[in-house]
DNA sequence: ATTAGGG
DNA sequence: CCCTAAT
């Protein structure tokens, strides 16, 4: 057997939150609720056209492993760049079938790594690129951020259309928000010349032709002769100029009535090694279940454990086992293995741990987003970009490009196609009433648009909710995580508040809409900073879990493997104080007792919690793997162990009827 | 819906 | 964490 060395690439930037599977409870929940209503129109109904589109669209792609493929969405462009980093981007793309949108590649030049981008393409080097390896780069895929077509709302209730033109300006007469407002975005040509949407060659460096396996990925284009890749990060030479028809995306939401949808965006973030120097991380995690996506591997290749803690000879034993196992299982099961394989992790450059705390796809608009008031006072707005949440991504070293780069795609569209729904910010506040009017908040003002932010949340917002906020669990303070704040190198991360998913991985679930976020602090600095747009703090990804957003998330809810969140060691106080109380076999009266409001806790986890702890405690430390937790509180595991365990068996002599026998 | 255990 | 069986 040998040992799979697998490939921890660190998305910085990209917080996957792995759209984690609602929890059952949820899931058994009903379908639609008022709510999901509610937020389907919310803000602009970027929801549906953002995430809707974008994202989802990869549920139904085929699992394609190699590269020659064409389809895959994930490229990694630039491999002469040694072991630092490597950067990758999410770009939009259509594979000529509309079916994705998304594909990440790795051009970006990075302002530590210019060498390496400067060796592959020349044209980093170039005024207009260093501003996107210094400060700008998000800003950059702002524009590349191309909402467009026309997107049925599901609910029915209102149609709104999104466009964005390329480099000429174009309005949509039918672009309609809730009757009230016109949303356009556009990309306007920039100062530079630049332009984001083109096509061909024109508009990506292709310089390396790894850029572009297979087919160009492009949006459809109403000729259908033309392919428009949409890459942000790479600008063109010279402008080019497309008619609005050339970028047109169809939208797959409703076959019937979605007629096209464009809105590429685009995201970069740099992929890096989770270590530094060549270092290469040797673990042996996930389950195997969680590689089984991958095409191609082969036994071997597969992860032995989800524990990170078994013998590697299991990793085989169980591949092959589930494997052939797989072929006779139903499909409700089988579909379990084809979970998505990226984990979230606090995504420090040189954090090792893996920590979930924040699952929230807390996206943020990056960048700066221009308005303009146009004479039919509508309000014109143009959104940069949208920042995808960190990722943390663990491949064997035999896995294919190919399957890099779907295991990347994979872990953006889960975490895209989780349900996102989008937040207005204004003034670095947030704006939770729905039926207010652009003009009531002031988004319509001229003053207060360069002050408005969007953001893309793992779940919907809660509705407008009385002030009280009574109803729902707050964050404690403790368990801050530090690391998850990291990102990459964006200059617009400075603008961006990173502490607001610092809580998150407390056991106690936070409260979106109570919970001041660290963006209301920032009010006045976003406000003369254009480019300094928002910053998402809030939801957790329980949240997201819970509430699909949409039809479409929830489809790709189905079957998803919820996120794995390490204990904290507050939560294992927590569960040793409640144990030590309640005994170890009344874990529905430990669950609410002490994790009444961390909704992500099942009574099952608990149990299992304690059961991984009471082993923990038996195996020595240097076995022991994770975050340590206390000698004292194993201790105390130990004993509160011991003791419920007597006290169990007392019980059985008293009340031998009770007792099952085997 | 819970609990207990194996995977 | 997941999945089941048994309550």
């Given at each position: 057997?040998?040992?799979?060395?697998?490939?921890d690439?660190?998305f910085?930037?990209f917080?996957?939150?792995?759209?984690?599977?609602?929890?059952?409870?949820?899931?058994?929940?009903?379908?639609i609720?008022?709510?999901?209503?509610d937020n389907s129109?919310?803000?602009?109904?970027?929801?549906?056209?953002v995430a809707g589109k974008?994202?989802?669209?990869g549920?139904?792609?085929?699992?394609?492993?190699h590269t020659?493929?064409?389809?895959e969405?994930?490229s990694?462009?630039?491999?002469s760049?040694?072991d630092?980093?490597?950067?990758?981007k999410?770009e939009?793309?259509?594979?000529?079938?509309?079916?994705?949108?998304?594909?990440?590649?790795?051009?970006i030049?990075?302002?530590?790594?210019?060498?390496?981008?400067?060796?592959?393409?020349?044209?980093?080097?170039?005024?207009?690129?260093?501003?996107?390896?210094?400060?700008n780069?998000?800003e950059?895929f702002?524009?590349?951020?191309?909402v467009g077509?026309?997107?049925?709302?599901e609910?029915?209730?209102?149609?709104?259309?999104v466009q964005a033109?390329?480099?000429?300006?174009?309005?949509?007469?039918?672009c309609?928000?809730?009757?009230?407002a016109?949303?356009?975005?556009?990309?306007e040509?920039?100062?530079?010349g630049?332009?984001?949407i083109g096509?061909?060659?024109?508009?990506?460096?292709?310089e390396d032709p790894?850029?572009?396996?297979?087919?160009?990925?492009?949006?459809?284009?109403?000729?259908?002769?033309t392919?428009?890749?949409?890459?942000?990060?790479?600008?063109p030479?010279k402008p080019?100029?497309?008619?609005?028809?050339?970028?047109?995306?169809v939208?797959r939401?409703?076959?019937?009535n979605?007629s096209?949808?464009?809105?590429p965006?685009?995201t970069t973030?740099?992929l890096r090694?989770?270590?530094r120097?060549?270092?290469?991380?040797?673990?042996?995690?996930?389950?195997s279940?969680?590689?089984?996506?991958?095409?191609?591997m082969?036994?071997?290749a597969y992860?032995?454990?989800?524990?990170?803690?078994r013998?590697i000879?299991?990793?085989r034993?169980n591949?092959y086992?589930?494997?052939?196992?797989?072929?006779?299982?139903?499909?409700?099961k089988r579909r379990?293995f084809?979970?998505?394989?990226v984990?979230?992790?606090?995504?420090?450059?040189s954090?090792?741990?893996?920590?979930?705390?924040?699952?929230?796809?807390?996206?943020?608009?990056?960048?700066?987003?221009?308005?303009?008031?146009s004479?039919?006072?509508h309000?014109k707005?143009r959104?940069k970009?949208?920042?995808v949440p960190?990722?943390f991504?663990?491949?064997?070293?035999?896995?294919?490009v190919g399957?890099?780069?779907?295991t990347?795609?994979?872990?953006v569209?889960?975490?895209?196609?989780g349900?996102?729904?989008?937040?207005?910010?204004l003034q670095?506040?947030k704006?939770?009433d729905?039926?207010?009017?652009?003009?009531?908040?002031g988004i319509?003002?001229?003053?207060?648009?360069?002050?408005?932010?969007f953001?893309l949340e793992?779940?919907?917002?809660?509705?407008?909710?009385?002030l009280c906020?009574?109803d729902s669990?707050?964050?404690l303070?403790?368990?801050?995580?530090?690391p998850?704040?990291r990102y990459?190198?964006?200059?617009?991360?400075?603008a961006?508040?990173?502490p607001h998913?610092a809580a998150?991985?407390?056991?106690?679930e936070s409260?979106?809409d109570?919970?001041?976020?660290?963006?209301?602090?920032?009010a006045?600095?976003?406000t003369t900073d254009s480019?300094a747009?928002v910053?998402?703090p809030?939801m957790?990804a329980?949240?997201?879990a819970?509430?699909?957003g949409?039809?479409?998330?929830k489809?790709?809810?189905?079957?998803?493997r919820?996120?794995?969140?390490?204990f904290?060691?507050?939560?294992?106080e927590?569960l040793?104080?409640a144990?030590?109380?309640?005994?170890t076999?009344?874990?529905?009266?430990?669950?609410?007792?002490?994790?009444?409001?961390?909704?992500?806790r099942t009574?099952v986890?608990?149990?299992d919690?304690?059961?991984?702890?009471?082993h923990?405690a038996?195996i020595s430390?240097?076995?022991?793997?994770g975050e340590?937790v206390?000698?004292?509180?194993?201790?105390?595991?130990?004993?509160a162990h011991a003791?419920?365990?007597?006290?169990q068996a007392?019980q059985?002599l008293?009340h031998?009827?009770?007792?099952?026998l085997v």
């Amino acid at each position: 057997m040998v040992l799979q060395k697998r490939l921890d690439y660190g998305f910085n930037g990209f917080q996957v939150p792995v759209t984690p599977r609602a929890p059952r409870s949820a899931r058994r929940r009903s379908t639609i609720s008022k709510r999901d209503e509610d937020n389907s129109m919310g803000a602009f109904d970027l929801l549906a056209t953002v995430a809707g589109k974008l994202l989802l669209e990869g549920e139904s792609s085929p699992a394609s492993s190699h590269t020659s493929t064409g389809k895959e969405k994930c490229s990694i462009v630039n491999d002469s760049c040694p072991d630092g980093d490597k950067p990758l981007k999410v770009e939009p793309c259509d594979q000529g079938s509309c079916d994705r949108k998304f594909f990440v590649s790795d051009n970006i030049s990075q302002g530590h790594n210019q060498s390496c981008s400067s060796k592959e393409s020349p044209v980093h080097q170039n005024e207009s690129h260093s501003v996107m390896t210094t400060s700008n780069c998000s800003e950059r895929f702002v524009s590349d951020m191309l909402v467009g077509g026309k997107c049925k709302n599901e609910i029915g209730s209102f149609t709104s259309k999104v466009q964005a033109g390329s480099s000429v300006y174009r309005e949509s007469g039918e672009c309609k928000l809730d009757g009230e407002a016109k949303v356009i975005v556009k990309d306007e040509t920039n100062k530079r010349g630049e332009v984001l949407i083109g096509t061909g060659a024109d508009m990506c460096s292709l310089e390396d032709p790894m850029v572009w396996e297979g087919e160009p990925p492009a949006l459809v284009s109403s000729d259908s002769s033309t392919k428009v890749p949409i890459c942000v990060d790479h600008i063109p030479q010279k402008p080019i100029l497309a008619s609005r028809d050339d970028v047109k995306i169809v939208s797959r939401d409703d076959d019937e009535n979605s007629s096209g949808c464009t809105h590429p965006s685009t995201t970069t973030r740099y992929l890096r090694t989770a270590q530094r120097i060549g270092d290469r991380r040797i673990r042996k995690v996930l389950a195997s279940r969680y590689w089984k996506a991958a095409p191609k591997m082969k036994d071997g290749a597969y992860s032995n454990s989800y524990r990170d803690m078994r013998p590697i000879y299991h990793g085989r034993k169980n591949g092959y086992k589930r494997q052939r196992s797989q072929m006779n299982m139903p499909f409700k099961k089988r579909r379990l293995f084809d979970r998505s394989t990226v984990l979230k992790s606090n995504g420090g450059i040189s954090s090792e741990s893996f920590f979930d705390s924040a699952n929230a796809i807390s996206s943020s608009v990056a960048g700066q987003h221009s308005a303009f008031q146009s004479r039919n006072s509508h309000v014109k707005l143009r959104i940069k970009s949208f920042r995808v949440p960190e990722l943390f991504i663990e491949i064997p070293e035999t896995a294919t490009v190919g399957s890099l780069k779907k295991t990347v795609m994979d872990a953006v569209t889960a975490v895209l196609g989780g349900g996102l729904c989008v937040g207005v910010l204004l003034q670095g506040k947030k704006l939770r009433d729905d039926t207010k009017t652009l003009q009531q908040t002031g988004i319509s003002q001229d003053d207060q648009i360069d002050s408005l932010g969007f953001t893309l949340e793992p779940n919907p917002p809660h509705t407008p909710t009385p002030l009280c906020s009574g109803d729902s669990p707050r964050m404690l303070p403790c368990d801050v995580l530090q690391p998850l704040t990291r990102y990459a190198p964006d200059p617009s991360s400075e603008a961006s508040l990173e502490p607001h998913m610092a809580a998150l991985g407390s056991f106690i679930e936070s409260d979106h809409d109570s919970a001041p976020s660290p963006t209301d602090t920032s009010a006045d600095k976003s406000t003369t900073d254009s480019k300094a747009l928002v910053v998402v703090p809030e939801m957790s990804a329980e949240a997201l879990a819970v509430v699909p957003g949409n039809r479409k998330s929830k489809r790709f809810d189905i079957g998803q493997r919820r996120i794995r969140r390490p204990f904290s060691v507050a939560e294992v106080e927590a569960l040793v104080q409640a144990v030590e109380k309640l005994g170890t076999g009344r874990w529905r009266d430990v669950k609410m007792r002490a994790f009444e409001n961390a909704k992500h806790r099942t009574y099952v986890d608990l149990k299992d919690k304690w059961k991984t702890l009471v082993h923990t405690a038996r195996i020595s430390p240097q076995q022991r793997r994770g975050e340590p937790v206390p000698q004292e509180l194993l201790d105390r595991v130990l004993t509160a162990h011991a003791y419920w365990s007597q006290q169990q068996a007392k019980q059985q002599l008293k009340h031998p009827e009770s007792c099952v026998l085997v």
